[in-house]
Each structure stands twice: as structure tokens, then as C-alpha cells.
């Protein structure tokens, strides 16, 4: 049988996330459609045609579809599902907000936040945090998913040459209207798929502090991250959230900084291949998990990180 | 304005989860359980409307075994007027969950209904999505905002690019966000008061609806162990080893 995943993006181009959904789908299917959903989306489906997995690419495109109010998109991919033995939705803020309505429309259970795919009908997915992973078996005529990007390898977006189809729009009553959106602009890397992620907690002590990660997130050309305490204190943004309840990420290398290492914490970026801890207290438990620990006070060691690091280039250089 | 608020018994956020040796699932007995922290969040927001005059009735409901009634006593500890404990001996999936409050919201025909984005032992995100859906309400999931005038509902919610600002109306099913707010400790003497509060119990068995588990756990087991990394004495050696033995800058 086919695959749907339902792609996320701006109208412009496909967040990453979307293909790594596409490499999760590949484990199930040869025959993947990608759904895009969105107002003036001729380009991205030109370019969405292109990804090699992805064997036709199904387009909506109305202006009510501009804002991804899951009110209007869900009957639409309810309607194609008789299709399709899954439908994968990546398991950001856009899938979270929208799958499960669709699990509401069709009458069947949702499994959120895979991380493994054993077979057609079994799936793993983490609970409690990630502090336990859960084997999951179901026999449903369809199978709805969200899938976590950071477990699934990004897939090649050149190479092949789908077929577009068109469908209708599908009208719905709503009630919600869009109002605006409050996006940070930064010229870093996205914090989802970043090979290096620095990140700064309560340690930092306020948000002029945070200047400091910036800076050696520049040297590294590395993305910013937060613990939650850092976020509820008002140093930074939400959207810098790693953890239970904000982001997962999976660098190569995450080093944080100030960060005690609450569970919440830790279920969002202990898949990371490297971390560093800096921290001046020893008993912080971030030290339990890190491959390289540094007691000291960070308002002292980032500057010298930075300079180290300065040091390093003018040698290669 | 009537409110209602779903709320979960978990396992403590800050309890260190044990898997069952036999690896059908998490220790469960004998751990400190309490309000799923977004459900907090969710009953301390009701209780903002109604000290702020929008809200005149502020109701808690929860699905579980008796002890769930704890948890109860607790939003009515914070300020929920009463309570309903749906009983149910099983654990439900997030649709059954959804169907179960969709007939106690059919009945109590509240305004607005509230819950935490997620529950922190299955971390599933879906039951107000689910819920929403299937009343056909608006949906306002992951809200870190709430302003309601007029019957019009103004929600800032946390998505991955930031914040996002929605203007929806009555009735909703609105999903908070551990920034809505700061949840009020129960007092000593509220806590008295609320033994005192109403709290109804009605079987799930008489509900008429399929709670039945479509999803079967074949396994639980402990996610592989970080092995213990090492101290380094100051920075130099610190950026040596990151450019040389682990070669990630």
C-alpha cells in the first residue's frame, strides 16, 4: 500500500522535517505521496518534485490554506486516506497540531512521536520522557503517525521527478481566524537540525548574559538553545525550548551551558552524539550524562572557549 | 461562562521512572503521583476567569481508577467549583479519552473547555485536538496566552517558529502551555474546603462508548545508557579534546 506524509513548510520551501519524515515513510513503502497544503504553492511543488523517495506529490493550494489552520486542513487529508495504509505527519508543533484531528475524523488511534519503525504494524516511540521506549503494535485499517525528525536521516530532495496531482479544496466552516505570527529572525543554523547546539540555562542569570552563547554559537556556527528555567525566567524565546516539551535535537556536538539537567531536559538532547557540560556546581546531574564535563564558572570559560577557539583557526589558517 | 477542566493523574515530574523487570510497562506503585504539570496550568487559568468575573462555574473532570480523586481534590484545592471522576480501571488511549469527555461535555454544556498540551507519562500531545474535533470547537493547542472579551477568544500559542496569535470564539477546546501561568499552591484551609466540594463518580461502563485499547505495547524497556564521559581541568583541554578526540569542531 501507499504512504501519505503531510509536508510542513512556510509556502516556500519544505522545513527539514519533512524529510526526514519522507526517510521514516521509505521504511514502509515504495510508494510515498507527499501532501502539501498551502496558498501559492506552484513553486514548492516544482521543487517537492524533485526528491527521489517521493513518487507523486499531491497539491491543495487555496488561500484559506495560507495559515495551516488545522480546522481546514484536517478534512481534507481525511478525505484522501481510504488511499493510504499510514499517514505520517513530522512530530513539530505543525504535526502535533493536526494529526490528531485527523485520527478524530477517521476514528482511529493516533501513535505520536515515533522514533523506530519495526515492521508495518509496530512501531517504538519514547514515554515518560524518553526515560523508557515503548513497542507498539496495532491492527487499525490505517495508521496514523507523527514521527520524531531527529531519528530519522534527512532524505535526498534531488534525484527524481514525481507526478503533481491537483485535488480540491475542501471548504469548512471555522471560526478561527490567523492573526500573526512572532518569528525570531536569525542567521544561525534551525535548532532542529544543527550539527552543533549551544545551550544556555538559569546559570546565565538573564538575557543580556545570553549574549555570550551567541557569540560562541557564531564561532561554531552552532544554533542556540535553551533549557526551560532559561525560557520561563524571560532570558529568551519559546521557540529556543529543548526538552519534554519543546524541541528534540540530535547535534553532533551540544554543549551546555548553565544547565543543571532536569530529566525534562536532558529527553530533549541526550540523543546528541557529543555534550559538553559547563557548569560550576559538580553535582549538577547534566555531569552524568556529559562526555566532557568542566566545572567552572561560565562567565569565565566562554570567553576563553572563544578564544581557544580563535587560537585554533589562526593555527589552521 | 461555564469552564471545564480535564485533568490526568501521572506519575511526579520529578519522580526517576522505573521500568517493570518483566518490561510491560513503568513501576507505577508505590511512586509519588500527581497533577499532570500542564493540567495545572489549565485549572489555574480557570480559576483566573472566574476570580476575573468571566468564568461562574469552573468544573474539573478526570478518567481513572478511585485515587484519581486526588487530583481532584487538588483543582478543588486550587479553586474548581466540583468535580466528576469518570472511573475506569483501564488506561485509555487519547481517543478514547476524547469520547469519553466529548459525553460529559454533551451533558454539562460548558463554554470552554481546558487541558495541558500533554500528558508527561505518554506523552502523546492528542486529546484536545481529538476533542475539539470531534465537538467541531475551535482548537487552540499549546496556548502560552488567553484573553477572552466578548465572547471572542484571543490565544498566543507556542509553536516551533515562535508564537503564533489566533482569534477564535465559544466554545473551544483550548490545550495550555506550561507558560499560561503560575499554578497557586493549595492552601491548608482550601485544602480543607475542597474535601467538602462536590465530587460525582460515574462508571465509564455506563457511557455506551468503545474505550477498548487499539494499540497493544508489546515492550517496555530503558532507553540505552550514556556511558559516563569525563572531567576535563580547564578550557584548553577541553577544546583540544573536542578538536581531537571527538573531532566535532
Redesign the interface.
Known amino acids: 500500500m501507499s504512504v501519505l506524509v503531510v509536508a510542513e513548510h512556510d509556502n516556500k520551501n519544505l522545513k527539514s522535517s519533512t524529510l526526514n519524515t519522507i526517510s521514516a515513510a521509505e521504511k514502509l513503502s515504495e510508494d510515498i505521496h507527499l501532501l502539501i497544503l498551502g496558498n501559492k504553492i506552484e513553486d514548492l511543488a516544482k521543487s517537492s518534485k524533485s526528491i527521489q523517495l517521493v513518487k507523486k506529490v499531491i497539491i491543495c493550494d487555496h488561500e484559506k490554506l495560507e495559515n495551516q489552520i488545522p480546522e481546514l486542513s484536517s478534512p481534507i487529508i481525511s478525505n484522501l486516506a481510504e488511499n493510504y495504509s499510514h499517514i505520517l505527519a513530522p512530530s513539530s508543533t505543525f504535526g502535533k497540531n493536526l494529526l490528531p484531528r485527523v485520527s478524530a475524523l477517521l476514528d482511529v488511534t493516533q501513535i505520536s512521536d515515533i522514533i523506530g519503525i519495526e515492521s508495518q504494524d509496530t512501531f517504538i516511540r519514547p514515554i515518560y520522557a524518553g526515560n523508557a521506549i515503548s513497542y507498539v503494535q496495532t491492527d487499525q485499517k490505517i495508521n496514523l503517525m507523527t514521527v520524531r525528525p531527529t531519528s530519522f536521516e534527512k532524505c535526498e530532495e534531488t534525484g527524481g521527478d514525481a507526478a503533481v496531482e491537483n485535488i480540491s479544496f475542501i471548504d469548512s466552516e471555522v471560526k478561527t481566524t490567523f492573526v500573526s505570527r512572532e518569528v525570531s529572525k536569525s542567521d544561525r543554523p534551525e535548532l532542529g537540525n544543527a550539527r552543533v547546539v549551544v545551550s544556555g540555562g538559569r546559570g546565565l542569570e538573564n538575557s543580556d548574559n545570553f549574549k555570550l552563547l551567541y557569540d560562541l554559537a557564531d564561532k561554531l556556527n552552532a544554533a542556540v538553545g535553551a533549557s526551560r528555567a532559561a525560557v520561563d525566567s524571560g532570558y529568551i524565546g519559546n521557540e529556543y525550548q529543548v526538552g519534554q516539551t519543546g524541541k528534540m535535537v540530535a547535534p553532533e556536538l551540544y554543549i551546555a551551558v548553565g544547565i543543571s539537567g532536569a530529566i525534562q531536559h536532558l529527553a530533549g538532547m541526550k540523543e546528541s552524539k557529543v555534550i559538553v557540560a559547563i557548569n560550576k556546581d559538580l553535582e549538577a546531574p547534566i555531569f552524568n550524562i556529559a562526555d566532557y564535563g568542566l566545572s567552572s564558572d561560565l562567565f569565565q570559560a566562554i570567553p576563553e572557549i572563544i578564544k581557544e577557539l580563535d587560537l585554533l583557526n589562526q593555527i589552521e589558517t | 461562562m461555564k469552564v471545564l477542566v480535564a485533568v490526568k493523574r501521572v506519575?511526579d515530574?520529578k519522580v526517576?521512572?522505573r521500568?517493570k523487570s518483566d518490561n510491560s510497562g513503568?513501576e507505577t506503585q508505590n511512586v509519588k503521583m500527581s497533577v499532570n504539570p500542564?493540567d495545572e496550568n489549565a485549572i489555574e487559568e480557570a480559576v483566573k476567569l472566574k476570580e476575573q468575573g468571566l468564568a461562574n462555574e469552573i468544573i474539573s473532570v478526570s478518567i481513572g481508577d478511585d485515587k484519581s480523586q486526588d487530583v481532584l481534590r487538588t483543582s478543588m484545592a486550587m479553586g474548581i467549583d466540583r468535580s466528576i471522576l469518570v472511573k475506569s480501571q483501564n488506561t485509555l488511549?487519547?481517543?478514547a479519552v476524547?469520547k469519553t469527555l466529548k459525553i460529559i461535555i454533551d451533558k454539562e454544556k460548558p463554554d470552554l473547555v481546558l487541558m495541558g498540551?500533554?500528558a508527561?507519562?505518554?506523552?502523546?500531545?492528542?486529546?484536545?485536538?481529538?476533542?475539539?474535533?470531534?465537538l467541531n470547537w475551535?482548537?487552540?493547542?499549546?496556548i502560552?496566552n488567553l484573553k477572552i472579551e466578548n465572547n471572542k477568544v484571543?490565544i498566543s500559542?507556542?509553536?516551533?517558529?515562535?508564537?503564533?496569535?489566533?482569534?477564535?470564539?465559544l466554545p473551544a477546546v483550548l490545550t495550555c502551555?506550561?507558560?499560561l501561568n503560575t499554578p497557586r499552591f493549595a492552601s491548608l484551609p482550601n485544602i480543607m474546603k475542597a474535601k467538602k466540594k462536590p465530587l460525582e463518580t460515574i462508571d465509564i461502563d455506563t457511557l455506551g462508548i468503545d474505550t477498548s485499547?487499539?494499540?497493544?505495547?508489546?515492550?517496555?524497556?530503558?532507553?540505552p545508557k550514556?556511558k559516563?564521559?569525563?572531567?576535563?581541568n580547564?578550557?584548553?583541554e577541553?577544546?583540544q579534546?573536542?578538536?581531537y578526540e571527538?573531532k566535532?569542531?
Not at chain 2, 475551535?138 to 499549546?142: N, R, S
Not at chain 2, 494499540?215 to 517496555?220: D, E, Q
Open positions: 506519575v515530574y526517576q521512572i521500568v513503568v500542564p488511549e487519547p481517543l476524547a498540551k500533554q508527561i507519562d505518554d506523552d502523546s500531545n492528542q486529546t484536545g485536538q481529538i476533542l475539539s474535533a470531534l475551535p482548537q487552540g493547542c499549546f502560552s484571543f500559542r507556542e509553536i516551533d517558529e515562535g508564537i503564533e496569535n489566533l482569534e477564535t470564539s502551555d506550561l507558560r485499547s487499539k494499540i497493544k505495547t508489546l515492550k517496555v524497556i530503558e532507553p550514556r559516563a564521559g569525563i572531567m576535563v580547564d578550557v584548553k577541553l577544546v579534546k573536542l578538536k571527538a566535532v569542531i
